[in-house]
C-alpha cells in the first residue's frame, strides 16, 4: 500500500500525556499504557470520529476507557490497528499488552541485544511496543516505569530524568519522566548489566549536565574518544547555532545488534557499537572520525529534529539533511575543511548519484512511499544536506543563522514541514527562495554543462551554462533549478582576477546563481584567456561538464586556489586516464600510463610544501563504484583491470618516491603516540596510501616493511592497512598467518572481527565468492547481526566489483540468496541489501539479465516483506 504526501491529514485526537510501565522477563514483557487523549481542537467535526491505534505484533490483552473496561465486542483489532469509539471529547485510554522482545529479529520496537533490552522506534517502531497513536505530530509528554529482575537488569533507562525507583524481592523498578512532549518515535528503553563512564558539561547558561556513556563492561575503555566527541559538539552548537541542551542528563548506551548507526532518542542516544566505540588499537583513523560524526549528528538532533520536529515522514529530511549539515560542518571545524569536504563529495557522487540515476530515485521530500525504512537514503540524508549547504551558500553565513534563529524560536515544540523551515530562513532575510525549492520535489542530479569563450579585442569573458536533468520515476519533466556557481578566474600566474559581471546574471561574492535552463555571463576586464575554477568548494550537486584541456587540469591541480577543486582536477585528470585504458581493455589493445598523470603525480610526491592529506587524496585514483557511476555501460572486469594498470604503473614508475615518502612517516609513526587528530590522520594516510602502491611492485623488500608494519604498529590503521595489502598481494603464505594471526589477536572484539571479515569479502586475489560462502560458516560470523551482514555480505557486494558481477551470476545469485534469508529475520536489512542488485540497468546485456532474474526470483517469493517488495518492485518496473 502506498502512502502520499497530498492525503495528509492532522490527527483526530492527541495524546497530552503517555504513562508506560514496563514489566520485563525472559520469555515475555507486558506493556501497560495509559494514555490522556483528547479529540485534536484544530479538527472540527459534530461526531465524534473514531480512534484508531496503530498496533503490530501485540497481544492485547485488556482495554479500560475511564476505568470502564471495553468489551472486545466494543473495539476491533486487526494485524495493524485497534479501533474504537470515543464518546467523550477527552478520556483516558488504558491498554495492556503482551510483547515478546526476546524473539524479536527485525531489531525494531523492543528488542533484545546480547543480554541487554533495547529499543528502536524510529520510524514505525513504537507501534510494536503498545497500542498508540505513531505518528510524528503526536507530541506528549511521557512516563516511564520499568521493572525487571535486580540481578540480570541492573541498570534501567528511559528518557528525561529519573524521578522514583524502588525494589521488591528480586525485581526492582525506575521511574523516569521526559519534560519535553515528543513523538512516540524518540521514545527509549534500556535495561541491562552496563558499566557507565561519566562526565560532565557546563552549558553557555552556566547548567551543569551529567554525561553518561553506558556499554557492556568489556567495553568500558573504548569511550573516551565518543565523551570527548561529545562535549565538543555540545559546545559547538552553543557557538555556531545559539543551541544549549535542555535536560540535567544526557545518555549514550552502545548496542552490538542495531540496524542503523544510532538513533537521537531524547537524552537517552542509543547507537550501534561501531558508532561509539573507538580506541587507537582497535579503531581506525576512519572509525574514529565516524564517531565524532555520529555522536555530533545525534547530539545535534536534540534540536534539529527533537524540540522542532517532523510532521510527517515525508518530511524526513527536515531533520536529517539539515542534521547531516551540521554534523559535516563541526566535523569540518574540528579536523581538516577540506579533505572532509572532499569525502563526503565523493560519497554523494558515488552513492546518490547512482541512486539519483536508478529505479529508487526520489527528492529529498518524497511524495510517495510503501515502507518509510526504505527512505533513510542517502538521498534524504546527503542530498539533503547538500540542499541545506547551498541554502547556507546563498544566505551567508549570518544569514543563515538569522534564519535558523528563527525557524527553532517559531517552531520549538512543535511537529512541522520542510516549507516551514524554508519559510524561516526566507522570512528572515526578506527574500524568495520559491524557485529554490524545486530541489524539495524534484528528483535527479542535475547536469550544469559549460561552454566558454574569449573575446581578446573587448576583453570579455562568457561562460553559458545549460542545465538538464533527466528524468527520474515518476517525473519525467523537470523545471530548471536555482544553481548557486562558487568559481574563480585564474590567470597564468594561478591568481584569482577580480570578477566583474557585466549584462544579466547575478554575482555575489565569488558565487554566480544560474537559475535559467540556458543563461550567459559575461565578465569585463579579464586581460587574457583565463582558466575558469567552477564549482568550487561543490557549491551544488550537479554533475559539472566543461571541456577542460589536460594542461588546464594539470594546471588547477596545481594551482586552484580552492582545495576542492584541486582534487577535483586531480580525479578528472585520473578518470580520463582510466576510461581510456578501459577502452583499450574491451577492444583487445595494450594499455598505457598516461604521462601527464604521472608527471602530475610525480609532483605532488616531490613538492613538500603541500599539506599531506591533500596529497593522500590526490593520489587516490577514484573509487570503481564511482567508475561504474559515470559509466554508460559499466563493465566491471575492465573497470577493474584499468584501474588496477594504471596503480601498477604509477608503482613501478615512481617507487622511489613512494618509499621515501613511506619510510619518513612510518618512522615518525614508530615515534609518536597515537592520536586521532588532523595532521597524525593526514600522515597516516599519506603513509598508507604510499604502502598500498608500493606493494604492488612484488619488491621482497616491500613485503618486509608490510609485515613490519602489521607486526608492530600501536594502531588499528596502520595494522589494518597492513594486513589489506597482505590480503590483496600474491604472497600466499604470508597472506594466510595474517589473517590467522590478526583473528587470534582480535577474536573478543567483534568489531575488529567485522573488520576481517570486510577486508576478506573486498579481496581481490582468489575466488572471492567461495571465501565468502566459507565464512558464512565461521564462528564469529551469525546473520542476526547487522554489523556482521554490512562487513561481509554487504561489503562483498558493493565494494567487490569483480567477485561480485562475476560472468557467471554466482554473485547475484548468492547475493538473493540472503536477501530471503533475511527478509523475515530482519526486512529492514534484507531490504538494504538488496541496493546492488537494484543497480542492473548500468551493466551489459548479460549481466542485466541475470541480476533481474534475481530480482524476479525474489518477487516470486512468498511473504515478502513491504521492505523487500517496495524495492524489487520499483527495481523491475
Ligand atoms: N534518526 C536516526 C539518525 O539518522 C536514524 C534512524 C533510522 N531508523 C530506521 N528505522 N531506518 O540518526
Ligand atoms: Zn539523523
Known sequence: KTIYLKDYQAPDYLIDETHLKFELFENFTMVHAELHIRRNPDKQSDELPELVLDGQELELLTVVMDNVVINSNSYTVDDKSLTLQPNKNSFILKTTVRIHPETNTALEGLYKSNTMFCTQCEAEGFRKITYYLDRPD??????????????????????GNQIASGQEDDRHWATWQDP???????????????????????????????????????????????????????????????????????????????????????GLNIFNTSCVLARPETATDMAHQRVEGVVAHEYFHNWSGNRVTCRDWFQLSLKEGFTVFRDSEFTADMNSRTVKRIEDVAFLRT?????????????????????????????????GAEIIRMLHTLLGKEGFRKG???????????????????????????????????????????????????DSATKQYHLTFKQFCPPTPNQEEKQPFVIPV????????????????????????????ITEAEQTFTFANVGEKPVPSLLRDFSAPVKLKFAYSKDDLLFLMQHDNDGFNRWDASQRLA?????????????????????????????????????????????????????????????????????????????????????????????????????????????????????????????????????????????????????????????????????????????NDPLVIDQWFAVQANSQAGDSL???????????????????????????????????????????????????????MNPQIASRLLTPLTRWRKYDEERQQLMKAELERIMAADKLSSDVYEVVNKSLV
Open 138 to 159: 503526536v507530541m506528549s509528554k511521557f512516563t516511564t516505569t520499568i521493572e525487571a529482575d535486580q540481578q540480570s537488569y541492573p541498570i534501567l533507562l528511559s528518557n
Open 180 to 266: 519535553f512532549k515528543k513523538p512516540a518515535y524518540l521514545f527509549a528503553l534500556v535495561a541491562g548489566d552496563l558499566w557507565c563512564v561519566e562526565d560532565s558539561f557546563t552549558t553557555m547558561n552556566q547548567r551543569k549536565v551529567d554525561l553518561r556513556i553506558y556499554v557492556e563492561p568489556e567495553n568500558i575503555n573504548k569511550v573516551n574518544h565518543a565523551m570527548t566527541s561529545l562535549k565538543n559538539s555540545m559546545r559547538w552548537d552553543e557557538e555556531v547555532y545559539g543551541r544549549e541542551y535542555d535536560l540535567d542528563i544526557f545518555m549514550i548506551v552502545a548496542v552490538s545488534d542495531f540496524n542503523m548507526g544510532a538513533m537521537e532518542n531524547k
Open 351 to 383: 552513492h546518490q548519484f547512482a541512486e539519483d540515476a536508478g529505479p529508487m530515485a526520489h527528492p529529498i521530500r518524497p511524495d510517495a512511499y510503501m515502507e518509510i525504512s526504505n527512505f533513510y537514503t542517502v538521498t534524504i540524508y546527503e542530498k
Open 404 to 454: 535558523t534563529d528563527l525557524y527553532f524560536e517559531r517552531h520549538d515544540g512543535q511537529a512541522v514541514t520542510c516549507d516551514d523551515f524554508v519559510k524561516a530562513l526566507a522570512d528572515a532575510n526578506a527574500i524568495d527562495l520559491t524557485q529554490f525549492k524545486r530541489w524539495y520535489s524534484q528528483a535527479g542530479t542535475p547536469q550544469l554543462e559549460v561552454l566558454e569563450s574569449y
Open 486 to 513: 562558487k568559481m574563480g578566474l585564474l590567470n597564468k600566474q594561478g591568481q584569482d582576477l577580480p570578477l566583474q559581471l557585466v549584462g544579466e546574471g547575478t554575482l555575489v561574492g565569488d558565487v554566480i546563481l
Open 575 to 747: 578518470i580520463e586516464a582510466i576510461q581510456q585504458q578501459v577502452v583499450n581493455y574491451q577492444a583487445g589493445n595494450p594499455m598505457v600510463l598516461d604521462s601527464g598523470l604521472e608527471k602530475a603525480y610525480a609532483s605532488l610526491l616531490a613538492d613538500s610544501s603541500l599539506d599531506q592529506a591533500m596529497v593522500a587524496e590526490m593520489l587516490s585514483l577514484p573509487a570503481e563504484n564511482y567508475l561504474v557511476e559515470i559509466s554508460e555501460v559499466a563493465d566491471p572486469d575492465a573497470i577493474h583491470a584499468a584501474r588496477q594498470f594504471i596503480r601498477q604503473q604509477l608503482a613501478n614508475n615512481l617507487k622511489g618516491q613512494f618509499l621515501t615518502h613511506y619510510q619518513a612517516n612510518r618512522a615518525v609513526s614508530q615515534q609518536e603516540a597515537y592520536r586521532a587528530t588532523a595532521d597524525h590522520i593526514a600522515r597516516r594516510s599519506l603513509q598508507n596510501m604510499a604502502l598500498s602502491y608500493l606493494m604492488l611492485t612484488d619488491d621482497p623488500q616491500v613485503l618486509t616493511l608490510c609485515l613490519d608494519q602489521f607486526k608492530h604498529s600501536d594502531n588499528m590503521t596502520e595494522q589494518l592497512a597492513a594486513l589489506t595489502n597482505l590480503v590483496n598481494s600474491p604472497y600466499e603464505s604470508e597472506k594466510q598467518q595474517a589473517l590467522v594471526d590478526f583473528y587470534e589477536q582480535f577474536a
Open 770 to 824: 567461495a571465501r565468502v560462502v566459507e565464512l558464512m560458516k565461521h564462528e564469529a560470523f551469525t546473520i542476526k547481526n547487522p554489523n556482521k551482514v554490512r562487513s561481509l555480505i554487504g561489503a562483498f557486494a558493493n565494494n567487490n566489483l569483480t567477485g561480485f558481477h562475476q560472468k557467471t551470476g554466482a554473485g547475484y545469485q548468492f547475493l538473493a540468496d540472503q536477501v530471503l534469508a533475511l527478509n523475515t
